[in-house]
């Protein structure tokens, strides 16, 4: 029996462990995941400041104000952002303040400077300003000494935001993933050049690259290799500072398929070879020491697919995302699909919100694991179970999305 999808990846999540941290300055933090809680540093706002341009004043003065009997207090003073006033506001007074200035003590709120008007060094107050009015108190926001970020939290942009915000110039986050990547194939070639017949442009390398990459690893690209067993270990060896090994093409059961061979001489423990899905079949997972490693099959919706499914939650995990899944989603399936066997099936659809906002999933025309047009319509994987062979247009079915 080969191994279900969801037990083989039981078997990578037993197995993987976030790796270690460092610390990092947060120009350069973007997506590692932290690897400790972050406590705040200072209050936030760090003293009251008022949310607008206006004039400080002592609220109690203006409980009578009326558009036709106006109270009228003098505005004594300016006080500017980055500023501070020490003396306390005075009865019968204001202060001019601006936005985010610090309020002068005395005052408990802030009228919106165009609610007063000035005439002669005083301010007309026409209706009463409730205590409090237009002014951010210290710590409303965060106080300091609370846990600002929680370990585990991947950093996005509106996180960097708080810590910078917070002072905070340096953060401890897991360190990267490391991703050895290598193809395998004797009828590969690059950049372009007029093939020879048998050969076939490589492309699963620029594709896996870019999908290590916006999976948050550091790709270290080892380039192609022909079916040969020997320059396949000699260039497995030299990859083997990765925390991940990918190795595309040459997994399968074919005479010149010699990575698996050449993984287990080198003392490959094999978590699982072969996996019950469609597309991406035959698919090897191992660990070398503290390495891991994988054989993906050469076809390119097969790569995309094995990838999507193992390895971008794996880097995901090993960068400290210790609850990362495969991302997936909900969406209504646009047109009826079936299959005939008790695979997982994966076939290539575009999703998009339908009229009514709801997401709608549209299986392209083609299907097929070498089928690289249909791969360029899509932007998901739509899941037909192991143990359904239809589904129907209407329904709402499970998808496998790229990373957004
Ligand atoms: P294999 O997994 O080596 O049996 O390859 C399966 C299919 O994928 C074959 O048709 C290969 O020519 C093709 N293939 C292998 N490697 C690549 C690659 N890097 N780019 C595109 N197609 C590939
Ligand atoms: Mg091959």
């Known amino acids: ?239 083997l500072r990765s925390d991940l090994f990918l190795i595309s093409g040459g997994v399968s059961v074919g005479a010149h398929d010699h990575v698996k061979q050449v993984l287990q001489a080198l003392g490959m423990e094999t978590l699982f070879w072969r996996v019950n899905m469609k597309p991406g079949k035959p698919l090897l997972c191992g660990r070398l020491g503290e390495h891991w490693v994988f054989g993906l099959p050469g076809n390119p919706i097969s790569c995309v697919v094995g990838f999507l499914v193992f390895i971008e939650p794996l880097i995901r995990r090993l960068k400290g995302e210790q609850d990362a899944q495969p991302r997936s989603t909900r969406a209504l399936l646009k047109k009826d699909v079936s299959k005939k066997d008790e695979r997982r099936h994966f076939m290539t659809a575009h999703i998009a919100p339908g009229t009514d906002g709801r997401l709608e999933a549209t299986p392209t025309e083609k299907q097929g694991s070498a089928m690289m047009q249909a791969l360029a319509q899509a932007n998901a994987f739509v899941i037909v179970p192991e143990d359904r062979t239809s589904l129907e247009a209407g329904e709402p079915v499970d998808v496998l999305r790229f990373h957004d």
Not at 46 to 61: I, Q, R, T, V, W
Not at 225 to 234: G, H, L, N, S, Y
Request: aromatic share 2%; hydrophobic share 40%; glycine share 10%.
């Open 1 to 239: 029996m080969m191994i279900s999808v969801d037990e083989a990846w039981g078997l990578i999540c037993s197995a993987a462990q976030p790796l270690s941290s460092e610390r990092r300055s947060l120009d350069s933090a973007l997506g590692s995941v932290l690897a400790e809680d972050v406590i705040a540093p200072v209050d936030l706002p760090p003293f009251d400041n008022s949310a607008m341009d206006g004039y400080a004043l002592k609220a109690a003065e203006t409980q009578g104000a009326h558009a036709q009997r106006p109270v009228t207090v003098a505005v004594v003073g300016e006080v500017a952002a980055g500023s501070w006033q020490d003396a306390p506001v005075q009865p019968g007074t204001a202060v001019k303040i601006m936005t985010g200035a610090a309020v002068p003590p005395g005052a408990d709120a802030v009228l919106m400077l165009e609610a007063g008007r000035l005439r002669q060094g005083a301010v007309e107050i026409r209706e009463p300003v409730a205590p409090g009015t237009h002014i951010r108190r210290r710590g409303e926001d965060v106080r300091r000494g609370d846990v600002l970020l929680e370990m585990g939290t991947p950093l996005n942009v509106q996180r960097i935001g708080l810590l910078a915000g917070s002072g905070i110039a340096e953060v401890r986050v897991h360190r990267q993933v490391r991703v050895s990547l290598l193809a395998t194939g004797s009828e590969l070639v690059t950049d372009g050049r007029p093939l020879k017949p048998g050969q076939i442009y490589d492309s699963n390398r620029i594709v896996l690259r870019t999908l290590i990459e916006q999976a948050g690893g550091a790709c270290d690209d080892l380039g192609i290799v022909p079916d040969d067993p020997t320059m396949i270990r000699a260039q497995i060896q030299s990859g």
